[in-house]
């Protein structure tokens, strides 16, 4: 696959990034597109390593490595590499109905998982891949693709995130006629409000969109089921039902003063945020600002991430980001963290550096945990108490974070952003559905046959998993799509 001696001959190249002092002016993409001939030479780099792994996703202590969509990579990089674009995006989208989000919002496990990696840069996989996709719809080859025939089944998806809509996109092809229902004025989910427009532009997720309309889909928004579309008429007029409502309870971080005025969950920050933008480029005012305040999040994360590039942009007073983990090393440890597991290193986020171009340092507080935060007369958030901590483990093997005595440390802060997770999907809808959960109330339904316990009514994605990555998603809303269609006809030829 790609040139025999490519990864001997090309470096590992990614996509550029426009300059950090300057993107933070704007809401646009901060990524540049990379030239033709630079994309191939990186396809070269994919080895014939005989036996690959970046395109079998697994789960190997606790994180992802690999491909959860087992995209045919070597094929396309190869496909790149001799400058056949069109058949490379042939076979990209015979596994990923939307490599454009993965190639933009995915960590990219499957580099993780690249042989080359071993003891070189891996293969700069995801780059190739969104190049692939843009280039296709760059030169119109991404066109819609109705179904020939019709089967007369109908079927329901609640929610639009990536789960929802590679139901939908696949049950679409199998001639039902899907209907996606969305609680938000946007399609799109997660994607939508969950990521900002700097890093996955709506318009990204709408020119997607409207080829799925253009297929035949129908898409609802605005509409919450269980209150605004009454289950009794879910299930009156459609055949099957899929559940992709996601994840979407945001963890807590339960310390002496959480309910003062300026905390704030990171999705309520970066939902206003896309929306107010999208609807009046922030003209209207109804967003959640860090305009001239001292801003803290709490949380390592991809959310963090996106909450300091985000803040940055609101010009905010001052910026400083939690991580509870100690600073990670500069390399993988071969010992605590063999290929092809998932490297557990130190990276600097797009959101990082540019918080260090504006700012003068990187934004990071590693090893720090919140202990409570202190208000003014009004009861508005002015200070964060924090101590530092280190990782210990008990007799039984259980891990613990021990405070650092004499670390204690006072921030100042106008906004605290809580970017910690989610804990489980909404229970409104589920408890309305009589549907039975596990014991960390995500629905209960078996991975590879996402059948609930109610006849008909399948879950996928993060409301069945819990909190995941987008390429999981997908993953599982093509596979609900595939046992949905399994149910209706009796048998099926989705993959």
């Given amino acids: 696959m790609g040139k025999s001696t490519g990864f001997m001959e090309y470096e590992r190249q990614t996509q550029r990034e426009r300059d950090p002092s300057t993107r933070t002016k704007d809401w646009k993409d901060y990524t540049l597109p990379m030239l033709d001939e630079e994309i191939q030479k990186q396809g070269a780099r994919c080895m014939d390593c005989g036996v690959p792994t970046c395109h079998t996703g697994m789960e190997i202590n606790g994180s992802t490595t690999g491909c959860p969509v087992n995209h045919l990579i070597p094929e396309w990089n190869d496909l790149v590499y001799r400058g056949q674009w069109k058949e490379a995006l042939k076979v990209e989208h015979e596994k990923n109905n939307f490599p454009e989000f993965t190639g933009i919002a995915c960590p990219a496990p499957c580099e993780g998982a690249c042989v080359l990696g071993i003891?070189?840069?891996?293969?700069?996989?995801?780059?190739?891949?969104?190049?692939?996709?843009?280039?296709?719809?760059?030169?119109?080859?991404?066109?819609?693709?109705?179904?020939?025939?019709?089967?007369?089944?109908?079927?329901?998806?609640?929610?639009?995130?990536?789960?929802?809509?590679?139901?939908?996109?696949?049950?679409?092809?199998?001639?039902?006629?899907?209907?996606?229902?969305?609680?938000?004025?946007?399609?799109?989910?997660?994607?939508?409000?969950?990521?900002?427009?700097?890093?996955?532009?709506?318009?990204?997720?709408?020119?997607?969109?409207?080829?799925?309309?253009?297929?035949?889909?129908?898409?609802?928004?605005?509409?919450?089921?269980?209150?605004?579309?009454?289950?009794?008429?879910?299930?009156?007029?459609?055949?099957?039902?899929?559940?992709?409502?996601?994840?979407?309870?945001?963890?807590?971080?339960?310390?002496?003063?959480?309910?003062?005025?300026?905390?704030?969950?990171?999705?309520?920050?970066?939902?206003?945020?896309?929306?107010?933008?999208?609807?009046?480029?922030?003209?209207?005012?109804?967003?959640?600002?860090?305009?001239?305040?001292?801003?803290?999040?709490?949380?390592?994360?991809?959310?963090?991430?996106?909450?300091?590039?985000?803040?940055?942009?609101?010009?905010?007073r001052s910026l400083t980001q939690f991580d509870i983990y100690d600073k990670k090393q500069d390399d993988r440890d071969d010992l605590t963290n063999p290929w092809p597991q998932y490297p557990i290193v130190h990276r600097v986020e797009y959101g990082q550096k540019e918080a260090a171009a504006v700012m003068g340092r990187d934004p990071r507080a590693f090893a720090v945990m919140t202990k409570k935060f202190v208000g003014d007369e009004n009861g508005r958030v002015k200070e964060v108490h924090t101590v530092n901590v280190r990782l210990k483990f008990d007799e039984e093997g259980n891990r613990y974070r021990e405070e650092i005595p004499g670390t204690e440390k006072v921030w100042k802060a106008d906004l605290v952003l809580l970017a910690i997770g989610f804990t489980g999907p909404d229970q409104d809808l589920i408890e309305k559905m009589e549907i039975e959960t596990e014991a960390k109330s995500t629905i209960k339904a078996k991975y590879g046959e996402y059948k609930t316990n109610v006849e008909g009514v399948f879950a996928a994605g993060d409301m069945r998993r819990g909190q995941s990555l987008i390429v999981w998603a997908i993953n599982e809303g093509r596979e609900a799509a595939r046992e949905c269609d399994r149910y209706l006809m009796g048998a099926t030829d989705l993959p």
Wanted: charged content about 25%; aromatic content about 6%; hydrophobic content about 35%.
């Fill in 119 to 316: 003891n070189e840069p891996p293969v700069a996989i995801r780059t190739v891949e969104r190049s692939i996709i843009e280039k296709g719809f760059e030169e119109g080859w991404v066109v819609p693709e109705p179904p020939k025939m019709r089967t007369g089944k109908k079927v329901a998806v609640v929610g639009s995130g990536p789960a929802g809509l590679a139901s939908a996109a696949q049950l679409n092809k199998a001639g039902h006629t899907v209907t996606v229902f969305e609680r938000a004025d946007r399609v799109g989910g997660l994607l939508t409000y969950g990521i900002p427009e700097m890093k996955l532009p709506y318009s990204v997720v709408e020119r997607r969109i409207t080829i799925l309309e253009q297929e035949g889909i129908k898409f609802i928004t605005n509409t919450e089921v269980g209150k605004d579309y009454p289950v009794s008429r879910l299930r009156d007029e459609f055949d099957s039902i899929i559940l992709c409502g996601g994840a979407t309870i945001p963890r807590n971080v339960e310390v002496e003063g959480r309910d003062m005025k300026g905390i704030h969950y990171a999705m309520d920050f970066l939902h206003a945020n896309t929306k107010s933008l999208l609807d009046t480029e922030h003209r209207d005012g109804n967003y959640i600002s860090a305009k001239d305040k001292d801003v803290i999040v709490i949380g390592g994360g991809d959310t963090g991430t996106d909450c300091i590039s985000t803040s940055v942009r609101h010009n905010c």
